[in-house]
């Protein structure tokens, strides 16, 4: 994962991100195919949001997390899943172990080319790859407002945040295709501040300047609210690809 390490500080936040990051939208299943019976990886799978809609629908869930407290929450929420300790450039299975695999909102987070060859590696042919990023619709001019807040340009350790996975022609993932899926995210005002507090450049910040942002936050979501409510745009992005056959 990253060199620095902030990609594993999520962990200090670990309930509050299960509580209020955003879950797989309706229409997710659709975009996914027919997991049922599949023999699924979820890499980074954090506190398991995406890992309870593939159990609910009928995928055997094994998951890779490598933050512990991150791992706990997933643990308690999904007693019966598989949870292992592990990193994406170094995932502890034999190959052709999965028949697909399923990364969200991590990807920018993994050391390339290593993590696409170990998924691959694990991965049986002709399996699918999920990478997928679930969040604001950054095409919005209010929204991209708010997200301002959130993401300084002065922020030296942040990540890009893409929304497809690059992957190169030559290599052991192909046909590769992104999606897209807009929705509407209907949330309270504290509930939308405790949200932005899960991001790695809310994390990082001071708790002086956590506070300045989350002030002037909510200064700003009041002037969209309706009753203490806000329909947040929201928009499910990633690409699709399956394993080259060997």
Same mark, same amino acid.
């Given at each position: 994962m990253d060199g620095d390490g902030r990609g594993l500080r999520f962990g200090t936040v670990a309930e509050q991100y299960d509580a209020f990051r955003p879950p797989p939208?309706?229409?997710?299943?659709? *975009?996914?195919?027919?997991?049922?019976?599949?023999?699924? /990886?979820?890499?980074?799978? &954090?506190?398991? *949001?995406?890992?309870?809609? *593939?159990?609910?629908?009928?995928?055997?869930?094994?998951v890779v997390e490598p933050d512990d407290a991150m791992r706990a929450v997933l643990e308690r929420r999904s007693p019966d899943v598989a949870a292992l300790s592990g990193h994406a450039e170094h995932l502890p299975f034999d190959d052709q172990r999965f028949d697909a695999v399923l990364v969200s909102s991590a990807w920018h987070w993994f050391e390339q080319p290593a993590a696409t060859i170990e998924i691959a590696r694990v991965r049986r042919d002709g399996g699918p790859l999920y990478v997928m990023w679930n969040g604001f619709s950054r095409d919005v001019a209010w929204v991209e407002a708010l997200t301002s807040l959130r993401d300084?340009?002065? !922020?030296? &350790?942040?990540?890009?945040?893409?929304?497809?996975?690059?992957?190169?022609? !030559?290599?052991?993932?192909? !046909?590769?295709?992104?999606?897209? /899926?807009?929705?509407?995210?209907?949330?309270?005002?504290?509930?939308?501040?405790?949200?932005?507090?899960?991001?790695?450049?809310?994390?990082?910040?001071?708790?002086? =300047?956590?506070?300045?942002? =989350?002030?002037?936050?909510?200064?700003? /979501?009041?002037?969209?609210?309706? /009753?203490?409510?806000? !329909? *947040?745009?929201?928009?499910?992005?990633?690409?699709?690809?399956?394993?080259?056959?060997?």
């Open positions: 939208p309706p229409g997710s299943a659709e *975009l996914l195919g027919d997991v049922a019976g599949l023999q699924v /990886l979820e890499v980074a799978a &954090g506190t398991g *949001l995406w890992t309870r809609f *593939l159990l609910a629908h009928g995928a055997r869930v094994t300084r340009s002065d !922020d030296e &350790g942040a990540r890009p945040r893409g929304w497809s996975a690059e992957l190169p022609a !030559d290599g052991p993932i192909v !046909d590769a295709y992104d999606v897209t /899926l807009d929705w509407t995210w209907r949330r309270s005002v504290e509930q939308i501040v405790s949200l932005f507090g899960t991001y790695s450049a809310a994390i990082v910040r001071a708790d002086g =300047e956590r506070h300045q942002m =989350e002030v002037e936050l909510r200064r700003r /979501l009041e002037g969209h609210a309706a /009753l203490g409510f806000v !329909d *947040l745009p929201m928009t499910l992005r990633g690409t699709i690809a399956r394993r080259r056959v060997r």
